[in-house]
């Protein structure tokens, strides 16, 4: 028998010319709404077999890897953390939510400065791919009540493993309440996601942004980084004036955290905080935000422009 036809489009939002998605206005009129994703993660030495990502390349173990990684918890994140809250900018962290067991303490320390907490599942060596329906729910119940019980907070935002998603993954966080993904890459404004059920948007989440990219994968210097970041935000405040756009800074402490990359950081987060017309914004902000009153102006947009 042969197999099904695989889907040409993931099928998870419409597509709207500029000239005829609904414009999007901001708290007090901000341009754009500004949110920094500090990734906390953790590695497992040993992790189990996952024939959606192989994570060590070297031989187990493979210390060295693992050691890059574990700076990151050791000594970047408290860095990151201080260049963050001199510039009053508070971070809505995308958690790997066994951080809480392994490393409670800077799970702590971002909660008492007041920052949001999200699910990047439970370990960044574990990933959702060649999961069932079943196996992926009780993951994602099991990091959602984490948060909850370690924070207080409900998490209603979701970044996965590796951006690994299943058919179904959507579905399945708009049924647990969740508000957000950060897993889709399409806009440089928010959206509604297609689900059976619930109300799920997607809030930009920049991958041309990501530390990872800019400053391993497509090696950039640390002040060539912050010229791009400080490029993004000028584009993107250019083009709020006509309608809010948001833009984000997704980072991984063991590359932002090291200590020749500090500055650079500090002086584009500087940059940002300096113009009016910034909302300085958690995601669940910005997505209840849209929520509240975007969204249904964007799906009846949608909805019309169906032929």
């Known amino acids: 028998m042969s197999e099904a036809p695989r889907a040409r489009e993931p099928g998870l939002y419409d597509f709207l010319p500029p000239s005829r998605k609904p414009k999007i206005h901001w708290p007090n009129g901000a341009r754009v709404a500004f949110w920094v994703v500090p990734n906390i993660e953790f590695y497992e030495l040993d992790p189990p077999m996952n024939a959606a990502r192989v994570m060590w390349t070297r031989p187990y173990p493979d210390v060295q890897a693992y050691a890059w990684r574990d700076y990151g918890n050791r000594v970047g994140v408290w860095r990151m953390i201080d260049v963050m809250r001199e510039a009053g900018v508070?971070?809505?962290?995308?958690?790997?939510v066994a951080v809480c067991d392994h490393h409670p303490e800077i799970v702590?320390?971002?909660v008492d400065l007041g920052w949001e907490l999200f699910s990047h599942g439970v370990y960044n060596t574990?990933?959702?791919?060649n999961m069932t329906?079943?196996?992926e729910r009780e993951l994602t119940r099991d990091a959602l009540a984490t948060i909850?019980?370690?924070s207080g907070q409900d998490c209603v935002g979701w970044l996965s493993p590796a951006l690994v998603n299943n058919l179904w993954t959507m579905d399945l966080l708009a049924e647990e309440g969740v508000l957000y993904t950060c897993d889709l890459f399409v806009d440089d404004r928010p959206f509604p996601v297609k689900t059976k059920s619930g109300r799920l948007c997607s809030i930009p989440y920049s991958l041309e942004m990501n530390d990872i990219l800019a400053l391993l994968r497509f090696p950039q210097s640390p002040r060539e980084y912050g010229r791009m970041i400080k490029a993004q935000f000028d584009q993107l405040y250019l083009e709020g004036a006509e309608s809010g756009t948001v833009m984000c800074i997704p980072l991984h402490p063991y590359l932002i955290g090291q200590p020749n990359r500090s500055e650079a950081f500090a002086?584009?987060?500087d940059y940002i905080v300096r113009h009016d017309g910034v909302w300085l914004a958690t995601g669940a902000e910005i997505?209840?935000?849209y929520l509240d009153h975007h969204y249904d102006a964007a799906v009846a947009a949608a909805r019309g422009g169906e032929r």
């Open 90 to 96: 508070r971070g809505s962290v995308s958690l790997n």
């Open 108 to 110: 702590r320390r971002c």
């Open 126 to 129: 574990r990933t959702v791919g």
């Open 133 to 135: 329906l079943a196996q």
């Open 148 to 150: 909850k019980r370690f």
């Open 267 to 269: 002086d584009a987060l």
């Open 287 to 289: 997505a209840r935000w």
